[in-house]
């Protein structure tokens, strides 16, 4: 259970909390222990509050579901600021502010934003507790339903407070910015989702190893283990450290022999991660086993090989989409112990998406609280509804998902939404080519960010809204990690093999060509023997492609003149966006790395021969 009194003597952490409480004005401070008594606390806390509510305990045990402020409802990357000294330190790519006055800023609106408050100390660990991969931060929240999906989504509590001792950690601060007492005097009754709407900032000092976020209550926006530390402040970790934070699923992949690889894959968000992560494969004999959903911290181990860990313990799903059908593990996943947010509530108690059964229900309530019936012209859950769930419960978690040494990595995939243009998969020729097709992915808007829906925008490695510092240094780090890989330009060395993936690729009349899902299996068979040097490729100017021979399509349904277009290289399409390209690197100036630039030129030439 939550404790009054102060769980650890680390000097650092007490003189912080005292600081934070002293400006925050909450009206108690409770350390959070990480037990399950003090998770069904948070949950009880947020039913009596109105926030949450009971899903049918036979349907859905021990669950809920919250809706949010209809102005909070997914990431806002307009709002997330990277605070560091130099502007060109941030890079083009990021919203910067000057640290000094970001915190000015912040100050003002944190004081006595928690007043009528609970401030939650949460020490959590992202990796499992005491792997030498892993780290720490604390989170001070005034937040229940942060608390209770940090408990689901990292390793939470006093173990976490026993590793850190006196050591250092990362100083995570959180405010849902709706204070219950104002400055006159006045009260106020709480909200069902309390938000500053109008007014948020996510904020990061890498530099200080520090996050402050004010305003939302929302997913990454709130729940500052995932993007905020796992990616924007681990990525200058890893860069200033000699390791890779990026924004990747985990799979572990073995073929009818027995035989084990580990893919790593990384697409933007709401592309297909967690989907890929946990797919049953179609092809017999095969395996997928889910490692980690959305993002890879990796060293090089003994060996001299890339070793992942997820930082994670759990899933952030995206609902919409997701069912028996297309990911059958996550639906086990969430069967039980979930929370549920800005789903539909049926009137049997339970809750539904779009596309989660085919047939719909016949009423609901709809994440607006509203009735909904087929034929609404409002969707019954946003398309950024999200589920967050234990990655225990999922049926095919990999044995080893906790190994604190990690999982060697195999291969990496990169991959995004494009329409036209980008062939269903694509060898890269040596890492360097890998790091430059990674450079240049570019993916169609979805809606796990506020705004541009449908847009086309470069999204360099899935990680344009997540990198910490300048996205061109971090270019120079894949390069200058592959080299201590000793990949060269022409091999890979003990590096990873890369491949460029596309599921998203459509016709003329705006159909998907590619089925997707469990028959993604195909190009992972492909992919793996390909690391195995077995299947067979085609050299193309853009990379190499298999033909339809190379791939195994026994019992596929997909017309030939399909599956032509899904492997066609089209060299005007690439020819066409080469301008494209340009501009997106000139965007970086000086920090674009000269290897970068050689592929460029290469690919050009390869283009007109
Ligand atoms: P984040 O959690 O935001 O990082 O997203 P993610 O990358 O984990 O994406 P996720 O697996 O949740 O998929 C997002 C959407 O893409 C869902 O609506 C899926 O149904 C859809 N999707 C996933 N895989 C495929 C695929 O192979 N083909 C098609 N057509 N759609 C897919
Ligand atoms: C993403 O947007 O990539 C997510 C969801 O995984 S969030 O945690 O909100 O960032
Ligand atoms: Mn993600």
């Not at 009054?4 to 007490?14: G, H, R, V």
């Not at 959590?124 to 030498?132: K, L």
């Not at 080299?483 to 990873?496: C, I, L, R, Y």
């Not at 093999?497 to 997707?516: E, Q």
């Amino acid at each position: 259970m939550t404790a009054t009194t102060a769980l650890s003597k680390n000097p650092k952490l007490l003189a912080w909390v005292s600081e934070i409480q002293a400006m925050c004005q909450p009206d108690q401070v409770l350390w959070c222990d990480g037990s399950r008594d003090e998770y069904q606390q948070m949950l009880d806390l947020m039913v009596q509050g109105g926030t949450a509510k009971w899903l049918n305990k036979t349907k859905r045990p021990n669950s809920i579901l919250v809706l949010s402020d209809v102005g909070d409802v997914a990431r806002v990357e307009d709002r997330t600021y990277i605070c560091c000294h130099k502007k060109e330190e941030a890079g083009p790519t990021n919203n910067w502010a000057d640290p000094a006055q970001m915190r000015d800023t912040l100050r003002k609106l944190y004081a006595g934003c928690m007043k009528g408050r609970t401030l939650y100390v949460i020490p959590f660990s992202m990796g499992p507790v005491g792997s030498p991969i892993a780290h720490i931060g604390i989170e001070l929240t005034d937040s229940p339903y942060v608390v209770a999906n940090m408990h689901l989504m990292t390793r939470v509590g006093k173990k976490v407070l026993d590793v850190l001792g006196n050591g250092d950690f990362v100083k995570c601060l959180h405010s849902v910015g709706y204070p219950l007492k104002l400055a006159d005097g006045s009260t106020r009754k709480d909200l069902a989702w309390p938000c500053d709407a109008q007014n948020k900032y996510i904020t990061h000092f890498p530099e200080d190893r520090e996050i402050w976020s004010y305003g939302s209550g929302y997913g990454g926006n709130a729940l500052l283990g995932k993007k905020c530390f796992a990616l924007r402040i681990a990525s200058v970790m890893a860069r200033d450290q000699g390791w890779m934070a990026e924004h990747m699923l985990i799979l572990k992949l073995t073929n009818p022999q027995g035989v084990v690889k580990y893919v790593a894959a990384a697409f933007p968000s709401a592309c297909g991660k967690t989907n890929l992560a946990m797919m049953e494969p179609t092809i017999p004999g095969w395996k997928v086993q889910c490692v980690g959903d959305d993002i890879a911290w990796m060293k090089f181990g003994p060996d001299g090989r890339l070793y992942a860990i997820n930082p994670e313990a759990g899933f952030f799903g995206v609902a919409p989409g997701t069912s028996y059908a297309t990911n059958p593990n996550a639906m086990e996943s969430v069967k039980a112990n979930s929370i549920f947010t800005n789903c539909g509530l049926t009137d049997d108690g339970d809750v539904w998406w779009e596309d989660m059964t085919e047939e719909e229900p016949e009423h609901l309530i709809d994440w607006h609280g509203k009735d909904w019936a087929p034929g609404s012209d409002k969707k019954a859950a946003h398309p950024n509804a999200r589920f967050t769930a234990p990655a225990h419960q999922c049926p095919v978690i990999a044995p080893n998902w906790e190994d604190p040494a990690g999982v060697p990595i195999d291969a990496i995939l990169f991959g995004g939404r494009r329409a036209t243009v980008v062939p269903l998969v694509t060898e890269a020729r040596s890492w360097r080519h890998g790091t430059f097709l990674g450079s240049i992915m570019g993916s169609e808007k979805t809606a796990a960010a506020a705004g541009g829906l449908g847009q086309l925008r470069r999204d360099p490695m899935a990680m344009l809204p997540f990198c910490g510092y300048n996205m061109a240094r971090y270019w120079q780090h894949w390069l200058a990690m592959g080299q201590k890989g000793q990949a060269t330009d022409t091999s890979w060395g003990k590096m990873p093999r890369i491949f460029y993936v596309n599921w998203f690729r459509k016709s003329s009349s705006g159909k998907f060509l590619w089925p997707g899902y469990g028959e993604n299996s195909r190009i992972l068979k492909w992919v793996f023997e390909r690391c195995e040097g077995k299947a067979q490729a085609i050299e193309t100017p853009i990379g190499n492609l298999p033909d339809k021979q190379a791939l195994d399509l026994q019992g596929l349904d997909v017309s030939g003149e399909d599956l032509s277009e899904l492997l066609r290289v089209d060299k005007a399409g690439w020819t066409a966006e080469l301008p494209s390209i340009e501009q997106h690197f000139a965007e970086f100036g000086n920090d674009l790395p000269q290897g970068l630039r050689d592929e460029l030129a290469a690919l050009k030439q390869r283009l007109v021969k």
